[in-house]
DNA sequence: TCCTTTTATATGTTATATACATATAGATGA
DNA sequence: TCATCTATATGTATATAACATATAAAAGGA
């Protein structure tokens, strides 16, 4: 993954038209199946088809703190299998109903997404 | 439409999630279909199902005038059919162009969020 | 042993985007 | 004349994302 102070990629600059917070419900779906720690979820956002060079690793962390303090998970410190300790996160069920109501808003959102593109590609018919 | 000093509607609280800078592509496509000023643009925007109520009427002036500024549209003072002035914009072949490249990166993100919803509901499933 | 890389977490700062509030003014009609 | 509708615009605060960097344990090679 390499996000080490010896590598030197520049993550590319990614374009407009993100999903605002789009990796909160993705975090609290990938705990939703196994808890984890911030690094192997940093890895399988990928999963999603977010491109981890394009995601920046501060925000997992970041994201991760505040859902704890605002009880969607908790969090316990884990010696590493191999290398360092990690804090490692279980989602709760508050965090498992605010993952469905993401769930709804994204819905939404696509349908609102969708509507506008048909639009577009009727005028282009 | 009321947004009138006399107004005091407040809009709801709209919830994270949003697609940003969203009403860009929306005020462009808009805008390929017909030349129009902002106010007309503002209730339009209820087609795409951006509640009119949701959307700041003062982003959609703001983007307009920097959409200008990049080239994107032209604006000239038009009298008024009835009541004010209006600023009537024209959509420019750069926007044109602009259009069909955030329809691009519009696919993208619904397939990105179609995967993590289809992630979601076979776990449910 | 020293040095580099990998795994792992965290925070400081800047830039961008949105939300909220308000200012301005011409036209219309009671 | 006074409220309302139509119409455009900007000031400011807050939220979000982007960019940069700090820290450190463990593993492995020279």
């Known amino acids: ?7 030197h990629h520049r993550r590319p600059r990614c374009p407009q038209g993100k999903i605002e917070r789009f990796i909160e419900p993705c975090l609290l779906l990938l705990l939703s199946e196994q808890t984890s720690h911030g690094y192997e979820l940093l890895e399988n956002l990928e999963h999603f ?9 501060g925000q997992v962390y970041r994201y991760l ?14 010696p590493g299998e191999s290398g360092p300790a990690r804090r490692s996160y279980r989602i709760t069920g508050d965090g ?15 349908s609102i997404i969708n509507k506008m593109l048909a639009r577009y590609h009727k005028n282009q018919g």
Do not use: Y
């Open 1 to 7: 993954m390499c996000h080490g102070k010896s590598c």
């Open 49 to 57: 088809g977010i491109d981890p060079r394009c995601q920046d690793p």
């Open 65 to 78: 703190r505040r859902m704890e303090k605002e009880g969607l998970v908790v969090s316990e410190w884990e």
């Open 96 to 110: 498992l109903a605010f993952l469905n109501s993401w769930v709804k808003t994204l819905e939404a959102r696509v």
